[in-house]
């Protein structure tokens, strides 16, 4: 079976590598899974300085977790443990103390960017939202000179070998990300070395570049002007600057959204937003006026709503042509799924969150709860069958990169099952949401080029478009509905050259 190639219209494959350093965790379902998953890591790697993973899931802890947990199994070495979402981070006291954290250690944005705190007022080893970047920069576990390079190209080869050809990296994940200027840098010599191999006719992916926008003291004139800095020397179709990324709240399971009500389980408790509402707004319309793309990180209800107002405002401001996006679309209310249709918005998805993967569908029903769930809850099936343009991605490194494939999303969002467990059999309600196989490769092909403004280009097998494919090695209409991951990719080809496989 031959496909055009895959495209993603979210991940972060440039510079994230490093986030996926040290054990995994994802397969743990409570606090003594993941301990005993740290604790054999250590016991195994007793030459690494630094004790790293990626995984946890907060609403799978059972309670309280600090740095005492860690000291337990980990007492001489740092600990730096990102969630799944890798918002969120769980250190050890060597970790902080290296890092330069303590109980004078002020929280960048307070109910957002913070250090959970005892009585005392002293950090537990919990940092929410990245407040734990500047202390893994100063602890000496950040090392970009060799962290941004080494893991470019073995991101680009493993979504290359699973069929994608070109991608929206929607912000660069690098520790600096809530520095406007160091940013600013970062971005170029991302660019930079995604250029070099272009021009070598060694890139794998097309990439579109967002930059990004992390807090409200950001300003809306350097974002804009920066990134059309970097598009005047980024703008072929191999490596081109797109727009900005807002990254206004954190995600629901850390309770770090921002919702119209509150939380079953912390009702006490309100999140606030790390870029305002206003500065969100005064953005899209700077960005929109000079030619720019806006997506907003969206995960909780009253953000998508004020998201929402913001990209209906730009549209009667004359701005009919920008292809503003609500990434992540978690939770959004009824009212506003129809004027997302209504007004034709962009919205990308990862389905593979939808299900009871690394804790997902738990997430969703232990905070919202069940009606609101099954109302609100990835929306995806609603948008698509009303002709709102949608496209799926994997959001890597917030899902693990190994679950990246689009046949992966593609089993997710028909099934609403794990594609990584096969003993999976909590079927998320509303199952009315799942995709047919033809919705989600409409959505993985075509609804990423018109994401990326390259639906001329790419996304079909079409006469006069770049030879961008997939080849299979099976039909995909004739496996079971649980076996669509599990289709080999025989090859990949951007651009007429094989980038996977191509030996049959």
């Known amino acids: 079976m031959v496909l055009p190639g895959f495209i993603s219209g979210h991940e972060h494959l440039v510079a994230s590598g490093w986030t996926q350093l040290g054990v995994k965790l994802?397969?743990?379902?409570?606090?003594?899974?993941?301990?005993?998953?740290?604790?054999?890591?250590?016991?195994?790697?007793?030459?690494?300085?630094?004790?790293?993973?990626?995984?946890?899931?907060?609403?799978?802890?059972?309670?309280?977790?600090?740095?005492?947990?860690?000291?337990?199994?980990?007492?001489?070495?740092?600990?730096?443990?990102?969630?799944?979402?890798?918002?969120d981070a769980w250190l050890n006291s060597k970790a902080m103390e290296m890092g330069g954290v303590t109980k004078d250690t002020p929280d960048p944005v307070p109910g957002l960017i913070y250090w959970v705190r005892d009585d005392s007022g002293t950090p537990t080893g919990y940092a929410k939202e990245f407040a734990w970047m500047g202390a893994y920069v100063e602890s000496g576990a950040w090392q970009p000179e060799t962290m941004?390079?080494?893991?470019?190209?073995?991101?680009?080869?493993?979504?290359?070998?699973?069929?994608?050809?070109?991608?929206?990296?929607?912000?660069?994940?690098?520790?600096n990300i809530k520095s406007q200027s160091k940013h600013h840098e970062d971005n170029r010599v991302a660019l930079d070395i995604l250029q070099n191999q272009a021009e070598a006719g060694e890139l794998k992916l097309r990439t579109l570049m967002m930059t990004l926008v992390k807090g409200d003291d950001f300003s809306a004139d350097d974002a804009v002007a920066n990134t059309l800095e970097l598009k005047e020397d980024f703008d072929s179709d191999d490596v081109r600057v797109l727009g900005i990324k807002i990254h206004p709240e954190g995600v629901h399971t850390s309770h770090a959204s921002i919702m119209?009500?509150?939380?079953?389980?912390?009702?006490?408790?309100?999140?606030?937003?790390?870029?305002?509402?206003?500065?969100?707004?005064?953005?899209?319309?700077?960005?929109?006026?000079a030619g720019l793309d806006v997506a907003v990180h969206v995960d909780g209800d009253k953000t998508v709503r004020e998201t929402v107002?913001?990209?209906?405002?730009?549209?009667?401001?004359?701005?009919?042509?920008?292809?503003?996006?609500?990434?992540?679309?978690?939770?959004?209310h009824p009212d506003d799924i129809e004027r997302?249709?209504?007004?034709?918005?962009?919205?990308?998805?990862?389905?593979?969150?939808?299900?009871?993967?690394?804790?997902?569908?738990?997430?969703?029903?232990?905070?919202?709860?069940?009606?609101?769930?099954?109302?609100e809850f990835q929306r995806i099936r609603t948008l698509i069958d009303a002709g709102a343009p949608v496209s799926i991605g994997a959001d890597v490194p917030s899902t693990d990169p190994d679950l990246m494939g689009a046949l992966t999303l593609c089993e997710a969002a028909v099934t609403r099952l794990d594609p990584s467990n096969p003993e999976d059999d909590r079927y998320?309600?509303?199952?009315?949401?799942?995709?047919?196989?033809?919705?989600?490769?409409?959505?993985?092909?075509?609804?990423?080029?018109?994401?990326?403004?390259?639906?001329?280009?790419?996304?079909?097998?079409?006469?006069?478009?770049y030879a961008d494919?997939?080849?299979?090695?099976?039909?995909?209409?004739?496996?079971?509905?649980?076996?669509?991951?599990?289709?080999?990719?025989?090859?990949?080809?951007?651009?007429?050259?094989f980038t996977y496989g191509g030996e049959f």
């Open 428 to 465: 998320f309600p509303p199952v009315y949401q799942a995709l047919t196989l033809e919705q989600c490769l409409y959505a993985a092909t075509m609804g990423g080029a018109y994401d990326a403004r390259m639906e001329d280009k790419v996304g079909s097998l079409t006469f006069g478009k």
């Open 148 to 175: 941004i390079p080494e893991s470019q190209p073995v991101l680009y080869d493993l979504a290359a070998s699973f069929g994608y050809t070109t991608y929206i990296n929607q912000g660069l994940v690098t520790p």
């Open 26 to 87: 994802g397969s743990g379902q409570s606090k003594d899974d993941y301990l005993k998953l740290i604790n054999e890591y250590a016991d195994a790697n007793s030459d690494e300085a630094y004790i790293r993973g990626i995984g946890w899931n907060a609403t799978l802890m059972g309670g309280e977790f600090t740095a005492a947990d860690l000291d337990a199994i980990v007492p001489d070495r740092p600990v730096f443990l990102q969630d799944y979402t890798i918002h």
């Open 469 to 497: 494919l997939v080849i299979l090695e099976t039909n995909l209409y004739s496996v079971l509905p649980t076996e669509i991951a599990d289709v080999k990719i025989l090859a990949t080809m951007k651009g007429g050259k």
């Open 340 to 375: 997302i249709i209504e007004h034709n918005i962009l919205s990308n998805i990862t389905p593979i969150w939808g299900t009871s993967w690394s804790g997902g569908l738990d997430g969703a029903l232990n905070i919202m709860g069940l009606a609101r769930t099954v109302n």
């Open 309 to 332: 107002d913001s990209f209906v405002s730009a549209k009667k401001n004359g701005f009919e042509d920008a292809r503003n996006s609500l990434q992540h679309l978690a939770f959004a």
């Open 260 to 289: 119209l009500e509150p939380w079953l389980d912390q009702p006490e408790k309100k999140a606030v937003r790390g870029v305002s509402a206003e500065l969100t707004d005064e953005i899209i319309m700077k960005a929109n006026a």
